[in-house]
């Protein structure tokens, strides 16, 4: 029990010092005391006083020690809680944040064009600060500071598989890898934004900027290729075209995009055999492949002129609508970085096809005449709709 006394009670025996006095027997009754008996009293009564003395000396020390050491571990940590506490930020740096944040993250939509709850809280937040910094409270600061850390990191999450893939934008720019792209990879780093959100703010604004400087990239190279389909588109034939009209339409419309067109198997090898455009029966007239070795791939149509019927197919205007379905896988592939993007699901050749007849002027009933019953290929609203996002607005996930 802290602070009982270490030294003897009032009835407890005399210390060591008395008790180990010399014994010098006991003296007969009455008689008095000698002078050396005297002498030994003296020195015996200064000895008991002494140890008497040493005793609460000792208790007071003894006493004293574990509350002297208490108050230092004590004060040692009070220190080491004051060195780790979290950093309270003040009304205006909360509200410099949620403004910087909403900045960084502006335009941000989902696939169906509304806005994300987390920009519709921090809009809210914003406008609190707009209210009156002054007026909020510390559970409400702490509260919009949350919102932004949860706000940027669900931005990011959504910026990410746009632009956070070196693979995606370099087949995009076509082999190309610019300045942006090397500035967008550094700044694509979210370390320490959920442990502080001015410093998430603060690289939040340093990615949104090397992304707009990407997408200004993307958005020239998207503008050049739209152009050329547009003139790909009129690029017509009727279905009395005879041979030479077929071939001299298929000339026009590789050299507008920019491609070049070869002969070869319906096994020819794409470098990514899961990446060739085929009919499920193997019985394709035209292939293009995706591959990110190489842009020699990227860039020619192949005509598969070891097919059963190809004497017939080279004279059919078809033939014109195959390349351009063809160009469309590599438009899709352009924009999305892949012939496949999640937003197509399993309808890869169906929205293909309505890429096609919408942005390159794919004869949609001649098509569907000479691919009846491949359901693969058969073109539904919903495909119409999913070509659209991808050609309008780039988006290539649900």
């Not at 060591?16 to 009455?30: D, E, I, Q, V």
Request: with cysteine.
């Amino acid at each position: 029990m802290d602070g009982y006394p270490i030294g003897p009670g009032a009835n407890a025996p005399f210390g060591p010092a008395m008790a180990s006095a010399p014994h010098r027997g006991l003296p007969g009754p009455g008689a008095a005391p000698s002078a050396a008996r005297r002498r030994s009293n003296v020195i015996a009564i200064v000895a008991f006083v002494t140890a008497i003395a040493v005793l609460v000396g000792c208790a007071v020390a003894l006493r004293r020690v574990p509350s002297a050491s208490r108050t230092a571990a004590q004060a040692s940590s009070g220190s080491a809680q004051g060195t780790t506490a979290s950093v309270t930020l003040s009304a205006d740096q909360v509200c410099a944040n949620v403004t910087s944040a909403m900045s960084s993250i502006d335009g941000w939509t989902k696939s169906d064009g509304s806005a994300p709850d987390e920009l519709t809280v921090l809009a809210n937040d914003r406008t609190a600060c707009g209210s009156g910094a002054s007026d909020l409270t510390a559970d409400q600061l702490s509260t919009m500071s949350s919102h932004t850390t949860d706000a940027l990191l669900a931005w990011y999450s959504a910026m990410q598989p746009r632009y956070g893939s070196d693979t995606t934008l370099n087949y995009q720019l076509d082999g190309q890898w610019s300045d942006e792209t090397r500035a967008l990879k550094s700044a694509f780093s979210k370390d320490g934004w959920q442990d502080d959100p001015t410093y998430a703010a603060e690289q939040a604004a340093k990615l949104r900027t090397s992304i707009d400087s990407m997408q200004s990239h993307l958005d020239a190279t998207f503008s050049d290729l739209h152009g050329r389909e547009n003139a790909v588109a009129g690029i017509v034939l009727n279905d009395s075209a005879s041979e030479a009209d077929v071939w001299n339409a298929i000339d026009s419309a590789t050299q507008a995009m920019g491609v070049t067109y070869a002969f070869g198997s319906d096994a020819a090898d794409c470098g990514d055999a899961a990446s060739q455009d085929e009919t499920d029966d193997g019985s394709a007239i035209a292939s293009f492949c995706f591959t990110d070795a190489t842009t020699d791939h990227r860039n020619t149509i192949t005509f598969v002129n070891d097919a059963a019927d190809w004497n017939e197919i080279k004279a059919n205007p078809f033939l014109l609508d195959a390349t351009k379905h063809e160009l469309a896988h590599r438009s899709i592939s352009i924009v999305c970085g892949t012939t496949e993007p999640n937003i197509v699901g399993t309808r890869t050749e169906a929205v293909t096809n309505a890429y096609s007849f919408t942005y390159l002027g794919g004869d949609r009933q001649r098509s569907e005449n000479m691919q009846a019953g491949l359901e693969d290929y058969q073109v539904q609203d919903q495909d119409i709709q999913v070509a659209q996002k991808i050609h309008d607005s780039g988006t290539c996930r649900w």
